[in-house]
């Protein structure tokens, strides 16, 4: 489903996955896609609260065995 860029938070614990995914998220232009793989148990809530606050929006999740995937489209730069 990706034709975006893809990131590997497997194994990484609260709140690394989040602030990551924020970070990559910083760096693609508005539009981008982003897939983000993590095992982390509170990033089903963390990522889409990030998502929200952020303006960046969750196209769709999954979990694929101990593997959660958030499909991510990136939300336009806010003013100021």
């Known amino acids: 489903m990706s034709d975006g860029v893809d990131l590997d938070l497997t194994g990484l614990k609260c709140p690394l996955p ?12 508005p ?3 982003l897939t983000v793989a993590c095992t982390d148990p509170m990033a089903a809530i963390d990522i889409p609260n990030l998502l929200r606050e952020d ?7 999954a979990r694929e065995g ?12 806010r003013p100021g």
């Open 31 to 33: 539009g981008a896609r």
């Open 66 to 77: 101990g593997v959660l995937r958030f499909f991510i489209l990136r939300g336009a730069d």
């Open 55 to 61: 303006g960046h929006r969750l196209e769709s999740s």
């Open 18 to 29: 989040v602030l990551r995914t924020r970070k990559a998220l910083r760096a693609l232009a």
